[in-house]
């Protein structure tokens, strides 16, 4: 067997391994419970399949950035002439590497994940029976999940009681599945009649009859839903039984993530127009037909495109990392706590008392307070962009995100100011002519119906002004300064003053996200404001596509919204998500609506140079650290 | 925003002297500041100077653990020019295997045993903190770094965000919420007291084995010829890889380098401390960061100066300026800031700053 097929081999089997052991992780063998093991097996063996087919066809090559040496380019599936970076294209075309039998392969790739599943659930199986708690308080998930790992029960494992063959039995199953894939992958060899078939499928769906009923089915897609969803708010009418709410929620999301693909289907023009103003009608009546669970999600994922739209500013219009953007939505959220809440704090309520205004009442309604918000907000962000002008890349994140940390650690100690962690609450809730929209719609519109409405309006203004600002001088000149800061300067970009309005408008919009999330939740408390809303709002816009505001809704319903749905495994989120962080920086940096005009946002000058030449890719490598700005 | 290109480039230059003249004064304010608060407050106080002593030595413990993890991100910053976001997280993984060790040793009876007994065990567990921490390191620059090492500064930075986040949350996961507590051996558990000065010996350990430990790297790195090609990638990739040298083996030399050391970080930090959970190693990943960046980021003396100063300043600092110890992390972040502000090379340089300026 060559080494290069061995290693690849090995390399699936490590692959699969890493697969098998989120799975684990988020705890599904315990859940399975007797039939765990062949299960991952089996998702073992589909894995396999997937690769070994993907071999014996030859068709493609994986150049992903798992496992490939750095030289051969860039990551994400390649086809055609970049495929032969070590090779020529004849023999990546050819059939099947002649030299290694699939089934070897596979049993190679087998016996490596089975002995890697055999050895971490032997470490923790012999840690337990020698008296280790691995969780101090819940010792539940992690016994559950490595005895079904095994096969025997918790209690044999507490008394070491595991005979060495049950980890054989694991490896000679993982080396089952993995002979299982090669046999079936050997068999669908004859590829070229399938690939003539769905080649001739596709052909046919794509062809214009298809294409357009496709085009209109998808734009009437979001309007179906809609429809959908407003029926199932009838009393009376439930949907697939119990848990109405949450599959309500989930059309919902849909529903307002297809209307954006929709608008993309769209012809630019009239047809657009209408869609466009159509959709909106439709996402306005949301809030009335929604209940108040459902109204109080889609606030949030409102709320952070908000933010998101804002950091988009900051990141990806102007090129600064900023891992400290809560900041500033804690200062929004805290301005109008302070302004609005009957007793914010012993500080202010002494102020208030020694100024000759009662702290019973609130000293600002919402839109009174909006401005003062925005201003603090703004004035933050002038605040932190003056010392970190000088900054670069990633000096510029880690000062960001320890500015923010300070930020939450001042109200976290501050309590005088603060009230500390008991925080600020009955914070009042926006109305409109000094009326509550609830009495005007006669209850039509619920408390949290009213915030999604007003974070829909805001987000679409922020929206709008975004972008107006990336058209104009403003926003060319975030983008000359991103490309290349001394060339930028040189013709003729006012640094100091373009950097500190990136950070001031970014700031100005969190501050007004941020107010709206004091409304929301009417009682706030220093932790709503760490770390984790700067690194979901960075992550959604990563996630949806840096630079495109599209993409930016697209994050927020699906890293805001859907992990309310998939309540229960809301802990697994994080790690699924951070996950995906990583995978999405490998295989799709640009997101999943990038947009159409900035590729890549995070783009330095060197970007470009490695793009087109791809043979001195490692002399390269270290061009990355070339460009700095001049200290 | 109408104001002619060659208006733009002056207000441009003008706007730089301001900041200049901005900075400078700013500096001088906040030291007029901090010399007005150490002086009416703190001393004003009236400790004695053991409590001041005390409180510097355990400045050098915490010290010197930082150092260990800034070296970390010392010798990756220096190779690869990327900030290794998920090193606490490393340290953190130490920790909590070496956590794991103990309990082993201490069901097994291994720690009430003979003294030489007790010290092989506390040994092997720091190994196996550290080999867990290696194949951590490893695997994260397998994964998560080398596919893209080509790619714009900023796309690492975010994976390693990822990384981080993904390390504490499996640990989350798999360990649970609540800390895990070390339950020293009977054998380190007390002190030395000197007067009115107490040195508790896992301290005075803990320090020296963090010196030994630095002095190896410093000679593997100054007096082999791995360290040869360490420094030789580090000044230039390309070059060094003409000269013969495996770049990508030197980088995953590095990187194990670095997590040996975290992990080492992460077992001691686990005895002072007495506790590791899921997100240990951030607050402590980022001091050390900073440490790294007080010495000059890439340069290695600095780092380990760098963290020392650090862990100083930040036993010493709530008490001279008079304020609660809650805002230690607020002094060490607020360090942080300044220093990239006045003096962004470090107080001895980045060892590198001259070929990328």
């Known amino acids: 067997m060559p080494l290069e097929s061995a290693t690849r081999a090995v390399r699936t089997g490590l692959i699969a391994f890493a697969f098998l052991s989120y799975l684990i992780l988020i705890g599904i063998p315990g859940r399975i419970g007797g039939p765990a093991l062949p299960v991952l097996a089996l998702i073992a063996a589909l894995f396999f399949w997937l690769i070994l087919r993907r071999e014996s066809i030859g068709q493609f090559r994986q150049v992903s950035g798992v496992g490939q040496d750095s030289s051969e380019g860039k990551p994400g599936w390649e086809i055609g002439p970049q495929a032969g970076a070590n090779g020529s294209r004849v023999r990546e075309l050819l059939p099947s590497r002649f030299g290694t039998p699939l089934v070897l392969k596979g049993l190679v790739s087998g016996v490596t994940t089975g002995l890697l599943v055999a050895i971490v659930s032997g470490i923790f199986a012999t840690a337990m029976g020698n008296g280790v708690a691995i969780q101090p308080v819940l010792d539940k998930i992690v016994p559950l999940n490595i005895a079904a790992l095994i096969g025997v029960s918790p209690g044999q494992i507490a008394q070491s009681d595991v005979s060495f063959i049950r980890f054989l039995v694991q490896v000679l199953l993982f080396a089952g599945a993995g002979i299982l894939a090669a046999l079936v992958a050997a068999a669908g060899r004859n590829e070229p009649a399938q690939n003539a078939l769905t080649g001739r499928l596709s052909a046919h769906l794509s062809g214009p009859t298809i294409r357009s009923g496709g085009r209109f089915a998808g734009i009437a897609l979001p309007f179906v839903l809609l429809v959908y969803i407003a029926w199932l708010g009838l009393p009376g009418v439930t949907a697939f039984g119990t848990n109405e709410g949450t599959v309500r929620l989930l059309l919902t999301l849909i529903a307002t993530g297809s209307g954006l693909f929709a608008l993309r289907l769209c012809r630019p023009g009239r047809e657009k127009l209408v869609v466009a103003v159509l959709l909106g009608l439709g996402v306005v009546t949301m809030p009335f037909i929604l209940d108040q669970f459902q109204n109080s999600v889609m606030g949030l994922v409102f709320i952070f495109v908000m933010m998101g739209l804002g950091l988009n500013i900051v990141v990806g219009y102007a090129g600064l990392l900023d891992l400290g953007y809560v900041a500033f939505f804690a200062i929004g959220a805290y301005t109008y706590a302070f302004l609005s809440a009957p007793f914010s704090s012993p500080y202010i309520s002494s102020l208030l008392i020694l100024l000759g205004i009662s702290p019973e009442s609130p000293l600002l309604g919402y839109w009174m307070a909006l401005p003062v918000a925005m201003l603090t907000a703004a004035v933050g962000g002038v605040l932190l962009g003056i010392p970190v002008l000088r900054l670069r890349g990633d000096y510029l994140a880690i000062v960001t995100l320890g500015f923010g940390e300070i930020i939450r650690l001042f109200m976290l100690n501050l309590g005088e100011l603060t009230n500390g962690p008991r925080g600020i609450l009955e914070i009042s809730q926006p109305a409109l002519f000094g009326l509550t929209p609830v009495d005007v719609t006669f209850g039509l519109l619920s408390s949290q119906g009213w915030i999604f409405l007003l974070a829909l309006v805001s987000s679409a203004l922020v929206a709008f002004i975004a972008n107006r600002l990336n058209g104009s001088r403003l926003g060319r000149a975030w983008f000359a300064m991103q490309e290349d800061e001394d060339v930028a300067e040189a013709t003729g970009v006012h640094l100091v003053r373009t950097k500190l309005l990136a950070f001031a408008i970014g700031a100005t919009f969190a501050g007004m996200a941020g107010q709206l999330y004091a409304a929301r939740q009417i009682n706030i408390f220093p932790e709503n404001f760490s770390l984790f809303v700067s690194i979901d709002a960075l992550a959604l816009i990563i996630v949806g596509g840096i630079g495109s505001p599209a993409g930016i809704v697209l994050g927020a319903l699906a890293l805001k919204g859907l992990p309310e749905v998939l309540r229960g495994v809301d802990e697994y989120r994080i790690v699924t998500f951070a996950a995906l962080l990583v995978i999405m920086m490998i295989v799709r940096p640009d997101g999943i609506l990038p947009s159409p005009r900035r590729r890549i946002q995070l783009a330095d000058p060197e970007e470009a140079v490695g793009d087109s030449d791809q043979e001195t890719g490692e002399a390269l490598a270290d061009g990355d650290g070339g460009k700095e700005e001049d200290q | ?357």
Request: glycine share 12%; no cysteine.
């Open chain 2, 1 to 357: 925003m109408t104001s002619s290109p060659v208006k733009a480039q002056a207000a441009g230059t003008d706007g730089r002297a301001a900041m200049k003249q901005f900075t400078r004064a700013l500096g001088a304010a906040i030291v007029i500041l901090v010399v007005w608060r150490v002086t009416t407050v703190g001393l004003a106080e009236g400790y004695p100077a053991s409590f001041w002593i005390s409180q510097a030595l355990n400045g050098l413990v915490l010290g010197g653990v930082y150092a260990l993890v800034a070296l970390g991100y010392t010798l990756v910053y220096g190779i690869l020019f990327m900030i290794n976001f998920a090193h606490g997280e490393v340290m953190m993984i130490g920790g909590i295997t070496g956590f794991f060790a103990l309990q082993f040793a201490q069901a097994r009876g291994w720690m009430e045993g003979p003294w030489p007994v007790v010290v092989v065990a506390l040994l092997l567990i720091m190994f196996i903190g550290m080999a867990a921490s290696v194949l951590i390191g490893v695997t994260l620059e397998r994964l998560a770094y080398r596919p893209l090492r080509q790619a714009p500064r900023l796309v690492p930075l975010i994976s390693a965000i990822g990384a981080s986040l993904f390390l504490q949350y499996s640990v989350l996961l798999i360990f649970g919420v609540s800390p895990h507590s070390y339950r020293k051996p009977a054998l380190i558990s007390g002190g030395l007291r000197l007067g009115d000065v107490f040195i508790p010996y896992t301290g005075a350990i803990i320090f020296v084995i963090s010196i030994l430990l630095m002095l190896a790297l410093y000679f593997i790195i100054q007096r082999t010829k791995l360290g040869r090609a360490m420094r030789a990638v580090a000044e230039d990739r390309s070059t060094a890889s003409l000269m013969g040298v495996d770049v990508n083996a030197v980088i995953v030399v590095t990187f194990m380098l670095g997590s040996a050391l975290a992990g080492a970080a992460g077992v001691m930090l686990g005895f002072h401390n007495t506790v590791v959970k899921f997100n240990s190693g951030f607050i402590p990943g980022l001091k050390a960061f900073t440490a790294a960046v007080l010495g000059g980021i890439g340069n290695i003396p600095g780092a380990m100066f760098g963290a020392l100063i650090l862990g100083l300043i930040e036993a010493i600092g709530p008490s001279a300026l008079g304020i609660p110890t809650e805002y230690k992390d607020v002094i060490a972040f607020t360090l942080l800031v300044l220093i990239l502000i006045f003096r962004p090379t470090g107080l001895f340089g980045e060892v590198l700053s001259e070929k990328r300026a």
